[in-house]
């Protein structure tokens, strides 16, 4: 199985298509196993899916056709959901979400079952509330830094919703989380949009109580 840290050194989710290509040289690399470069396949496909190349992203996929691993499996339901909820198809990429998250706990895939159940969240407005907290659940009890940093996109994404429904305590207290975990495990980046949210929704609240 690829290793995240490999993962985060080819990503560049600001230059899709440059993943793309990093992502297809590393497909050749002699020092991959099957599976390994199966993998690479499916974030080749989401490369895709962010250059709004969704066709083309579901037939990469289709083109791996029925895996025995299963790290391949839950990624090859996360991407293809990925392609659809990116395509404005939510309610086709629902059951993509949970056939990984199915997939990932059988496995023991705790990065990758966080990932599905955070996508989850994103995908099913009904239950979103329910797929978060399942998830803040699984990354408080990791036991490693990196996976402890799905908290940051997690609680900000429950602060945005909580700000959409114009609950801006709640939403300020889930973005001053984010922003706590941001500063423990976050990158530089993700450190600054958390300081941003919790400036916004600190200064709509205020607002607020002026009003």
């Given at each position: ?19 793309e ?10 020092s ?14 989401r490369a895709?899916?962010l ?6 992203g ?8 029925d895996p025995?691993?299963?790290?391949v ?8 959901g ?11 990429a ?6 990984a998250?199915?997939?990932a706990?059988s496995a023991?895939?705790?990065f990758l079952?966080?990932d ?6 994103i995908a ?22 990196r ?8 609680y ?13 305590p709640e939403a ?5 989380q ?5 500063d ?7 450190r ?18 002026a009003?």
């Amino acid at each position: 199985m690829l290793t995240q840290q490999l993962l985060d050194e080819l990503w560049d989710f600001d230059d899709p298509a440059g993943s793309e290509r990093r992502f297809s040289v590393e497909e050749t690399s002699a020092s991959r196993t099957q599976s390994e470069r199966a993998e690479l396949v499916t974030q080749r496909a989401r490369a895709l899916g962010l250059q709004g190349r969704f066709e083309d992203g579901h037939a990469l996929l289709g083109s791996l056709g029925d895996p025995a691993d299963a790290a391949v499996r839950t990624r090859l339901a996360l991407e293809a959901g990925r392609l659809l909820n990116s395509a404005g198809r939510s309610a086709e990429a629902v059951p993509e979400f949970e056939t990984a998250v199915r997939t990932a706990e059988s496995a023991g895939l705790l990065f990758l079952r966080i990932d599905a159940l955070h996508m989850l969240a994103i995908a099913d407005a009904a239950r979103s509330g329910e797929w978060a907290a399942r998830a803040i659940d699984l990354a408080l009890a990791a036991p490693d830094d990196r996976t402890r940093r799905w908290l940051v996109s997690l609680y900000n994404n429950l602060g945005c919703s909580h700000a959409d429904a114009g609950r801006l305590p709640e939403a300020l207290a889930a973005f001053v989380q984010a922003q706590e975990w941001a500063d423990h495990v976050g990158t530089g980046q993700q450190r600054m949009w958390a300081r941003e949210a919790v400036d916004e929704c600190a200064a709509a609240l205020a607002a607020r109580g002026a009003g």
